[in-house]
């Protein structure tokens, strides 16, 4: 087993059953004691966490970390304000129609996910502190070090927030059976994140371009600092933190042509989302953090690694009259179809809507076919089924000349880019009651596209949380954003703006339910399942 699998002890106590976690054979793998004993055998220690963090999505996956299924991902954006499921997969229906319990499948699988990362940062965390490690440069790696573990740790928790609530807090590793473990108030545990991630930002790189691809930075930190600053209600310190990022000059949007395909038809906005664009050694100045993935490369992830591509192609190759193409997103399932909305909201000077950014017209592509290059008329019924529908072309990537069916995404994954770092300030300037302040803010983004600027009469929750649709889609974490605004906010704009949810959603819906067999593994405490389950 890799260390960049590792379990400890802890995840067993909170899956009481689950026995193989702790049946592993050291003499096959790498195990703590004997690597992490130096700076090198850190350096193994923290690429296996970046190799576990982007399992956030994996489908079958090595270890099983995230539970057969549709991909997880879309669990994170169907039943929100900004689409609907396609094809109906079972797995997603439940976070669509709000019937979601404590033993559905992703319910178990991120507290799995998060608690396991969590543990792995942890381990490294205590290791690091052993007087006996032969550090290159004792002060600056061991530092470092634990920058980079309680970064992740507070990634980790950023999920146990944003889905659970109040969850226990856990810093160190647990080697001893308990079954006592209770939850921990959310306020306190958004506190320990911020200590982590203070501590992060002092203690990484200010230079991006002194980085290998993917490495994080003291801006990757503060960026995350400062939405979680919002989570905590403290629209001062998160806008200082967004404030930092901007004005370091280490980054800036991206608004000429760059890249793998800058000679192709397209704009810059397109140019973001092509693959093999995500780097700053293309170009890319704008992306603060991606996750680094790579076709066909032994670590780079493999075909069930992200199957975001499936969710937001739609299912065409279904449709008689086509074939799989590369120029129409490869392999899509259709399973996510965005709300009209979101389509409908930009201008048309607006370089997000622009045919490069929104694919709305389809064209019978089967040569053989009766139809072939004709346009299609598409049905009520074809959409709603998640064949054909107008989209987001930000996944539109496949693979087909290697592999028809290819299903998985492996380019790299923009976890964070400076366009949500000026939105991020504006929902703090507007947390601050600064409207003229967010406006100046949300320009930024809207002049990049060619977008009218907008003015301080006309920023509100709702135009905030709309202007981040129309520039994030299928990038952000959709429900994670709505539960930062509030279960009013949350609730306001799912019964208002999607159809399918509106009826079932209940504020209590805000958050998941606490897995049934993590209450069960602590008979010694109370453990209460979250309201309304």
Not at 120 to 132: G, R, V
Not at 268 to 291: C, H, T, Y
Not at 415 to 420: G, I, P, Q
Not at 478 to 489: E, Q, S
């Amino acid at each position: 087993m890799r260390i960049t699998t590792y379990f400890i002890l802890f995840i067993a106590l909170f899956y009481g059953s689950c026995k193989s976690f702790l049946d592993e054979d050291p003499k096959g793998f790498l195990a703590p004691g004997n690597t992490y004993t130096s700076t090198d055998g850190f350096e193994i220690g923290i690429n296996g966490l970046h190799s576990y963090a982007r399992q956030e999505y994996s489908t079958w996956t090595e270890g099983e970390i995230i539970t057969h299924g549709a991909n997880p991902y879309e669990s994170l954006q169907v039943g929100t304000d900004i689409c609907i499921t396609g094809l109906g997969d079972a797995t997603l229906v439940p976070f669509e129609n709000y019937t979601l319990h404590n033993a559905s499948s992703y319910v178990k699988s991120f507290w799995k996910y998060s608690y396991g990362l969590i543990g792995n940062a942890n381990l490294i965390l205590e290791a690091s502190e052993n007087p006996d490690v032969k550090w290159d440069n004792p002060a600056a790696d061991k530092a470092r070090v634990q920058a980079i573990a309680r970064f992740f740790r507070a990634y980790a928790y950023r999920y146990l927030v944003y889905l659970y609530g109040d969850v226990p807090w856990v810093e160190k590793v647990e080697r001893n059976t308990r079954t006592d473990f209770t939850r921990t108030p959310k306020a306190e545990v958004l506190e320990h994140m911020i200590e982590d991630l203070r501590f992060a930002a002092d203690n990484l790189t200010e230079n991006a371009d002194g980085v290998k691809e993917g490495e994080l930075t003291k801006w990757a930190a503060l960026h995350l600092l400062a939405e979680v600053y919002l989570m905590d209600g403290n629209p001062t310190d998160a806008k200082q933190a967004a404030l930092d990022v901007i004005g370091s000059n280490q980054y800036n949007l991206m608004d000429t042509r760059f890249g793998t395909q800058k000679s192709q038809a397209g704009d810059p906005f397109s140019d973001l989302f092509k693959e093999g664009n995500q780097d700053r050694r293309v170009g890319n100045r704008e992306v603060i953090w991606a996750m680094q993935l790579q076709f066909q490369t032994q670590g780079g992830g493999d075909r069930y690694m992200d199957w975001s591509k499936r969710a937001w192609v739609p299912y065409y190759s279904n449709v008689p009259g086509f074939v799989l193409a590369d120029s129409l997103g490869g392999r899509g399932l259709g399973q996510i179809v965005p709300l009209d909305w979101w389509l409908n909201g930009y201008e048309a000077v607006d370089m997000r809507n622009s045919a490069y950014n929104i694919k709305r017209d389809w064209y019978y592509n089967d040569p053989k076919g009766e139809h072939y290059g004709e346009k299609v008329a598409i049905t009520a019924d074809q959409r709603d089924k998640g064949l054909l529908f107008a989209t987001t072309t930000k996944f539109f990537y496949g693979k087909t000349e290697l592999d028809p069916a290819y299903e998985g995404n492996n380019k790299d994954r923009v976890k964070s880019r400076l366009a949500e770092t000026y939105l991020l300030l504006a929902e703090a300037q507007l947390g601050l009651q600064d409207p003229g302040g967010a406006a100046i803010s949300i320009n930024k983004i809207r002049e990049r596209a060619g977008a009218r600027p907008v003015t301080a009469a006309d920023i509100t929750v709702d135009f905030l949380l709309d202007e981040r649709a129309r520039e994030l889609l299928g990038e952000e974490v959709r429900r994670f954003t709505l539960a930062r605004f509030g279960a009013d906010v949350f609730e306001e704009r799912v019964k208002r703006l999607n159809p399918r949810s509106a009826t079932a959603f209940k504020k209590t819906n805000v958050l998941w339910p606490i897995p049934q067999e993590v209450i069960d593994a602590n008979s010694d405490a109370e453990f209460p399942q979250n309201l309304g389950y």
